[in-house]
């Protein structure tokens, strides 16, 4: 056969296939190369200093126990890094160590993938900072050096001056924090200056921290105060040590000495201000689990119904619902798996304390392999009765094995797309027990919705938490910080962004195009303007079906964003899903300018989502108005904030009008169509202070449910002189026909302008709407006006 190999060149970035005899001489070579390397190398080890504290460190550092190969890795990672991660944590998912909980098995975790993959030149340092969370029998309380899964672990608790110099030695080049605890400060403040990635595991607003220290023991327990294991930490001193390192304020552009990564943006997100005080904007990246155990899911379901309950049985998680469900289900089986962590007054035991146990439980304790993964495929459902979650890995391994959840949370909507989400209830949990056995009941009779959602999970979870996206989204937060000072020099494949792009925001409104949309935010993710790393997407769900698929639609648009040979630089990590619900319900899309002010950059779009604006069109509409003299801040008096777009209305005294011809307009009643425009924040924000103030553009929002937004912002534009509309059909093409498409294509963009009748567009009042609210805000701009307008079926015909 003809030899061959791959080779990555040492010029550039890219690997290109050598065959026949030249492949063979170079390969050989570099084998030989590697091993006088190596060779080298263990002289080293060898003749240093020795210090008997380190036997641990140095027998381990660079040799992991597992010899295994990732397939497609040489696409993922285009160099060995050889770099060494300090993996802080309390939790190590070993009984002998401490407790077994979420954030042990993400220590695990990390264990396992980079000792499976030594090609990919990782090594792990775990250190130990707590001893509240340590097995009192454990060694971790009294010995400073160790070893889990092959690799050292250093513990800081019995000897912090030996396990500083331990520290040291293992020469860490970046810290990876398990979530953020105060105790992990010791470790900090002793490596100085080295790059920290706090990888948000369950961070935690008030409300959330509230809700789980208003965990309370079911009444007939008769103990009215806060059970054990339900406290829940603070976080916000980690801002210290972003301020200390970084403080946003890099000098290597990009580049940052910490950052967040997040399990999955669309549940944790909008948690990462309010736990940590780190500014989100350019900081945070999605680092996902890693969920491999039903990669080949073959066992069937249970011929008889069988569900699951999974997790620590403290109070915590609220085991005691589970109980009343299967004393309300005898004849379903009930699969119950974890132990308890606490004993006495304040604690649950599921044995005794809700009664006799029914027969139809049964308790496994913990288990883990293979036989977990068994009755993963097996249960119908899971059961979750927690009062909070963050992404709990037990809600990926049920769905990964074809699973659905019924769960009274609901991170990121994943249990509203997979499973059934019964509702949030407070305290012991007792009054969620009706909608829990309606949900319970809804999945034990409907096996077609078991089989659809369990199997969209199974896509879900494949397709979001795998080993490529974890070392995918690793890589791309180490091209992200700042060794300035450190150890290594990594030849990482950094981020690259056009010296032409600037950060912006596009703002994209969904209602009832879930179907179109991931083709929409994968289009806009691929544009060259959207490269720079604090450009960002907010998607804003004004439905309850939108927001309840959210998770979905985050996971389809990924779907299409792997697929394509381009990526984007930070992908969906740019995707923000904003629940705007309610107050779309009450001022329609108005609702779209209070969104936007949950933007972290200058430059807004607003684009409706049945729009594929092309990179020619975007970049235009961020020149308009970065070149504007004011911009970003408009110091009063020096100058005027305006917005841009291209199609054009007339509304003025005479009602609402569609003109054929740009020179039929008055100039003083151009309106232009707000579906896609590009303005500042700061004009966007005048106009939500102007929209709040204003009982006209209020009422005018909430009797016709959003119609006319448009024209109350241009309103607005028009008799503040200093801000006017733009157009200019030479510079901003049309929407129709320079964006690239249509997705939907039963509702045609430019329907409006060859009909002079009300047609599918907006309804059968539409225009009737229009055209009176129109009238009001030029002849008679008061509240009244708008009451006297009757909506009726008439159709309106408007002038050409």
């Known amino acids: 056969a003809t030899p061959s190999c791959h080779l990555p060149l040492l010029v550039g970035e890219s690997e290109e296939m050598l065959d026949g ?93 980079f000792a499976r993959w030594p090609n990919l030149g990782v090594s792990i340092v775990f250190v130990f900072a707590s001893p509240d969370h340590g097995n009192s029998e454990s060694e971790l309380l009294t010995q400073v050096n160790h070893t889990l899964l092959g690799w050292p672990l250093i513990s800081m608790v019995s000897d912090k001056q030996k396990a500083a110099h331990a520290l040291w030695h293992a020469a860490i080049d970046v810290l990876l924090l398990i979530d953020y605890r105060d105790d992990y400060d010791k470790v900090i403040e002793e490596l100085p200056g080295i790059p920290v990635i706090l990888w948000a595991r369950d961070p935690r607003t008030n409300q959330q921290i509230k809700n789980l220290e208003g965990i309370r023991l079911p009444h007939y327990m008769q103990y009215d105060e806060r059970p054990f294991g339900v406290g829940a930490p603070r976080a916000t001193r980690a801002v210290n040590i972003f301020n200390k390192l970084d403080g946003g304020n890099s000098t290597t552009g990009y580049q940052r000495k910490m950052v967040i990564a997040a399990t ?133 391994e049920s769905l990964q094995c074809g699973t659905p959840v019924l769960s009274t949370v609901d991170p990121g909507g994943i249990v509203s797309s997979y499973g059934i989400f019964s509702g949030e209830f407070s305290g012991s949990g007792e009054q969620g027990l009706p909608e829990l056995q309606k949900g319970f009941q809804r999945l034990l009779d409907d096996e077609t919705l078991r089989k659809r959602l369990g199997n969209a999970g199974r896509q879900h979870v494949l397709e979001t938490h795998s080993a490529e996206r974890f070392l995918h989204g690793f890589q791309m937060i180490v091209g992200h910080l700042d060794f300035s000072g450190g150890r290594a020099v990594l030849p990482v494949t950094q981020p690259t962004e056009s010296a032409t792009t600037h950060p912006i925001t596009i703002v994209v409104p969904s209602f009832s195009r879930m179907d179109t949309l991931p083709a929409l935010l994968a289009h806009l993710l691929n544009l060259d303007n959207m490269q720079h790393f604090e450009s960002e997407i907010l998607v804003v769900h004004v439905s309850e079906a939108s927001w309840n698929l959210r998770a979905a639609i985050h996971t389809d648009t990924n779907r299409i964003v792997v697929s394509r040979q381009k ?52 970049a235009k509409m961020i020149w308009h108005v970065r070149k504007e003299p004011g911009f970003p801040l408009y110091v009063s008096g020096s100058s005027h904030p305006h917005f841009y777009g291209s199609t054009l209305r007339y509304c003025g005294p005479d009602g609402y009008h569609v003109y054929r011809d740009e020179k039929d307009y008055e100039p003083s009643r151009r309106f232009i169509l707000t579906n896609f425009v590009s303005m500042s924040s700061y004009l966007n924000r005048e106009f939500v202070s102007a929209f709040q103030e204003t009982e006209f553009y209020q009422l005018a929002m909430s009797k016709f449910k959003g119609n006319g937004c448009d024209l109350i912002f241009n309103h607005f534009a028009l008799t503040h002189v200093w801000s006017q509309p733009q157009t200019d059909k030479n510079d901003i093409p049309t929407a129709y026909q320079h964006t690239g498409g249509v997705l939907d294509q039963s509702l045609k963009y430019d329907e409006i302008n060859k009909t002079g009748y009300q047609g599918p567009y907006g309804g059968s009042t539409h225009f009737l709407v229009r055209n009176e609210t129109c009238r009001c805000l030029h002849t008679n701009f008061t509240s009244a006006c708008l009451e006297e307008i009757q909506e009726d079926e008439r159709p309106l015909h408007h002038k050409e």
């Not at 006088?36 to 504290?53: A, E």
């Not at 304040?346 to 049964?362: A, C, E, F, V």
């Not at 969906?572 to 936007?596: P, Q, Y």
């Open 567 to 618: 990526h984007s630089a930070y992908e969906v990590s740019k995707l923000i899903h904003l629940d705007f619900v309610t107050l779309n319900k009450k001022w329609g899309c108005a609702s779209r300018h209070f969104a936007a002010l949950e933007a972290s950059n200058d430059v807004l779009i607003h684009l409706d989502d049945d729009l594929l604006p092309s990179d020619e069109v975007i």
């Open 264 to 396: 999955w943006m669309p549940a944790l997100r909008d948690r990462l201000w309010e736990a940590y005080h780190i500014p989100v904007a350019g900081n945070v990246f999605e680092l996902p689990n890693i969920v491999e155990g039903c990669l080949n899911a073959t066992t069937p379901k249970s011929k008889t119904p069988a569900v699951m309950f999974m997790g620590r049985l403290d109070p915590y998680k609220r085991p005691w619902l589970a109980v009343e469900l299967a004393k309300r289900f005898p004849k379903v089986k009930f699969w119950v798996f974890g132990r308890r962590h606490f004993n006495g007054s304040g604690s649950y035991d599921i044995t005794q304390d809700s009664g006799q146990l029914p027969k139809n439980i049964q308790l496994f304790g913990q288990m883990t392999g293979d036989e977990k993964w068994e009755y993963f495929q097996k249960a119908w459902f899971v059961i979750s009765t927690s009062a909070h979650e963050g992404l709990a890995i037990n809600y990926l």
């Open 21 to 113: 005899p030249t492949a063979y001489r170079v390969c050989l070579l570099g084998a030989v190369v590697l091993t006088v390397v190596g060779l080298f190398q263990s002289w080293l080890v060898t003749t240093s200093p020795h210090d008997d504290h380190l036997d641990v460190v140095t027998a381990s550092m660079k040799t992991p126990p597992l010899k295994e190969n990732l397939a497609g890795t040489d696409e993922i990672w285009t160099h060995s890094m050889n770099i060494t991660v300090g993996v802080v944590a309390n939790e190590f998912f070993d009984p002998a160590l401490g407790r077994t909980g979420g954030f042990g098995m993400a220590t695990n975790m990390l264990g396992k993938v």
